[in-house]
Each structure stands twice: as structure tokens, then as C-alpha cells.
């Protein structure tokens, strides 16, 4: 399948865009919900039997069957987890669907630049909810990066790429064996220099590893792993050579625990979840953008003048007199009242002479 717009796949799927070229947005016609269908291509097998078309039909049912399955195990109606759909195979690609509420993506999210320590809690909380729900089905998501992580319009965060990643790990041991250095080429290919990837372990703890990866690139905007290559990678999360978690501020602590290597010193999804709750309980309260503006705004223009001790004053704790002159002394009397209090004075003088004139004449 690689049409456009209109195009139905599966019979069901109505495409509605198409962002990447193994990728699109669509209509499921059945429900009317909006769904992300994520394609991987499947190349030929090379085998020795007499029916390679055959081979390639039955690796793709044991793909498509293996989804299925992760898809069937996965809570349902979880708040913080993306449904999927299910899969099927069209052509020679493998396309897995998954709900698609409207929002966008951390990844997206990021493009502007580091979210503040407090915003990434939010959204790692959400996210480690997520995944106790999985971790509680017997699930591992593997797949949890900033481009299967969902913002919806609420500012809320919801955790999809389940079926996605489940599928790039089934073609990588089809294609490559259960182990070994070819299953690592393969995915290496399929999975790229992605640094949330590829945990030292698997299971739950390599799922919370990777919640460390994300949220330290969340608050900096950056992986704490070179990502110029795989191999780079790779040796980088062995040897334990990474960014220090300092530079994650307030999260610092809980990215520090989330990256040890040795997997029973980490946190579980329940315990992190419970901690960025009591962090964000005693967040401080939003800077009010607005009253700032104002504040400085109003700031006076001249520059501010130390205080003195006053000749025959009373000392340096008195202190010089606000206002728009910067600490000049503000005059008594207004500057349009001095003419009319002048006119009235001399006319108060005229009368007084008159009334003197008349008393010493009488």
C-alpha cells in the first residue's frame, strides 16, 4: 500500500494523510475512530525449499499472529495507553494500527526546545502509569521513545508504539535468529541509533531504563548517550559512559536511579510514578508571565540611588523618596498652581496697603 488520501487498506482503513512514507493517518470505517498505521517493509527470504512465496505468506501470518497477540494481552481502556488495533500484511509491507486522539508527539513537542524539569514530570508520571499497567499484564513495551509518546490536546500524555515495537523485534529475530550478531544487524536497521532502544536488559527494568533516557532528553533536550551510530551507542550504554544526571535539575535523582545499570537498583514504574507525584505536590506554583511583564513595565527609568546618611539627619536608616525622579525629593507645591498662588498674593498685598492707607487716614 502506498497510495494517498482515499485510498482504503485492510478494507477498512480509509487513509486520510500521509506524514512519512511508512507511515499515515486514517479512518477506521468500521468505528469511525481516527487510527496511526506504522508500515515495516519485509524483504524476500532466501531459502532453499521450492516455494519461496510460500515462506515469505508464512513469515508474514507469524509476524501478523505475534502482534496480534501483544495487541490481545495489552489493558484495555487504560487513560494513559494507546489501544492497538491490531496488523495485517499488504504488498510487502507489515502495517500495525494503533487509536490516534488528537495531539502530537513528544518528539514534535521538543522541536521548540527543552520542556521546564516540572512539565517533563507531568508527563513522565502519566507515562510510568502507563507502563505499571503493562508491566502488571506480564507485558514489556520496548518500544518507549519520544516518537511513540503521545501529548493530546489536554496536555496529558498517553503511551503508544506497543505494536510498532513488538513488530520491529519479531522481524529482527524472523530475519536474524533469536540471538546473535545477525538479529543485532537487523535491528540495528529497523531500530536505528535510538538511545531508549537499546537498555543493557529487558523486561520491565529495561523499560524503566529507558523512561530515564526520555525524561533526561525531555528536560534537555538531548540523549544522555552519544546517538552518532549504533555501535557508538551501544558501547556508550556497556560502558556506562553518558551526561550526568545533575544537569536534569529537580529530576536529577530519579534520572540518576533510572540509568543504574544494575537493573534491581531501579526504580519499578509504581515507585517512579509515586515519586514524580510527590515531586509535582510540592512544585512551585507557575511564574505568572503576565504580572512579570507588568512589573517590569512599571520598573523605574532612572537608576536606583544608594542610600546616605543626611546632613543633621536621622541617620542611614531614613530613606530617599520614591518615585519617577529615581530618589529626587518631589516638589511641595504642583508647577501649575505657582501663577494663580502668586496673582492671589499680590492681590492679598494690594489689599492690605488699601486698608492700611484708610486706618492711618481716619
Same mark, same amino acid.
Given at each position: 500500500m502506498r497510495g494517498g488520501p482515499g485510498q482504503l487498506a485492510a478494507g477498512r482503513y480509509r487513509l486520510t494523510d500521509r506524514p512519512e512514507p511508512l507511515c499515515a493517518y486514517?479512518?477506521?470505517?468500521?468505528?469511525?475512530?481516527?487510527?496511526? $498505521? =506504522? +508500515?515495516?517493509?519485509?524483504?524476500?527470504?532466501l531459502t532453499t525449499?521450492?516455494?519461496?512465496?510460500?515462506?515469505?505468506?508464512a513469515q508474514a501470518d507469524r509476524l501478523v499472529r505475534r502482534v496480534a497477540a501483544v495487541g490481545s494481552a495489552a489493558p484495555t481502556g487504560h487513560p494513559r495507553l494507546l489501544r492497538g488495533v491490531g496488523a495485517f500484511v499488504e504488498g510487502e509491507l507489515l502495517w500495525t494500527v494503533e487509536e490516534r486522539p488528537a495531539g502530537g508527539t513528544a518528539a514534535e513537542l521538543?522541536?521548540?526546545g527543552p520542556l521546564p524539569p516540572y512539565r517533563a514530570a507531568e508527563l513522565a508520571a502519566d507515562l510510568?502509569?502507563? $507502563? =505499571? +499497567?503493562l508491566h502488571g499484564a506480564g507485558l514489556t513495551h520496548g518500544n518507549l521513545t519520544a516518537e511513540s509518546v503521545l501529548v493530546c490536546e489536554d496536555g496529558a500524555a498517553m503511551l503508544g508504539g506497543l505494536l510498532a515495537g513488538v513488530a520491529q523485534e519479531a522481524l529482527a529475530e524472523e530475519l536474524g535468529g533469536p540471538g546473535g550478531r545477525r538479529r543485532y544487524d537487523v535491528r540495528a536497521v529497523l531500530v536505528g541509533p535510538v538511545a531508549e532502544r537499546w537498555p543493557l536488559d529487558g523486561g520491565p527494568a529495561g523499560d524503566c531504563w529507558a523512561l530515564g533516557v526520555l525524561l533526561h532528553r525531555l528536560v534537555t533536550g538531548r540523549s544522555p548517550y552519544p546517538e552518532g551510530g549504533v555501535p557508538e551507542l551501544v558501547t556508550a550504554v556497556r560502558d556506562g559512559r553518558r551526561e550526568h544526571s545533575a544537569v536534569c535539575g529537580p529530576l536529577g535523582p530519579l534520572v540518576e536511579r533510572l540509568l543504574q545499570p544494575d537493573p534491581v537498583r531501579r526504580p519499578t514504574a509504581e515507585e517512579v510514578r509515586r515519586e514524580l507525584a510527590e515531586l509535582l505536590a510540592g512544585a512551585p506554583e507557575p511564574v505568572d508571565e503576565e504580572r512579570v511583564a507588568?512589573?517590569?513595565?512599571?520598573?523605574?527609568?532612572?537608576?536606583?540611588?544608594p542610600l546616605r546618611r543626611r546632613r543633621g539627619g536621622r541617620g542611614a536608616g531614613d530613606s530617599v523618596s520614591g518615585g519617577s525622579g529615581g530618589g529626587v525629593k518631589p516638589p511641595r507645591i504642583p508647577p501649575s498652581l505657582v501663577g494663580p498662588l502668586l496673582v492671589g498674593a499680590v492681590f492679598v498685598l494690594l489689599a492690605l496697603g488699601i486698608a492700611a492707607v484708610v486706618l492711618f487716614a481716619g
Open positions: 486514517a479512518v477506521d470505517e468500521r468505528t469511525g475512530e481516527s487510527v496511526l $498505521l =506504522r +508500515a515495516l517493509e519485509l524483504p524476500g527470504l525449499g521450492q516455494d519461496p512465496e510460500g515462506a515469505a505468506a521538543l522541536v521548540a510510568a502509569g502507563a $507502563l =505499571r +499497567a507588568r512589573a517590569v513595565t512599571l520598573k523605574p527609568e532612572a537608576p536606583l540611588v
